[in-house]
């Protein structure tokens, strides 16, 4: 028997906008308007607790003041 994936796409995302969904298995993204293309392996645990903690804040000057 194979294996049955389902995706999430969040519940805040626009029909038309640019949006992600994550597979049930916590271990892929694909694009929301492409779901018959490639998608993106990685780990998405790791991802969401780099977010949390402002890693790919833009506005963190430590990062970016070249020191």
Known sequence: ???????RKS??????ANC?????TLDH???SKNTT???LRGNIQ???HAIQTGQFDRLNTEQHSGT
Not at 1 to 7: C, G, H, K, N, V
Not at 11 to 16: H, P
């Open 37 to 39: 293309g490639p998608t």
């Open 29 to 31: 993204l694909r694009d």
């Open 11 to 16: 519940g805040r995302s626009a029909n038309n």
């Open 1 to 7: 028997m194979a294996l049955q994936y389902t995706w």
């Open 46 to 48: 790791a991802l969401t």
């Open 20 to 24: 992600v969904e994550l597979r049930n």
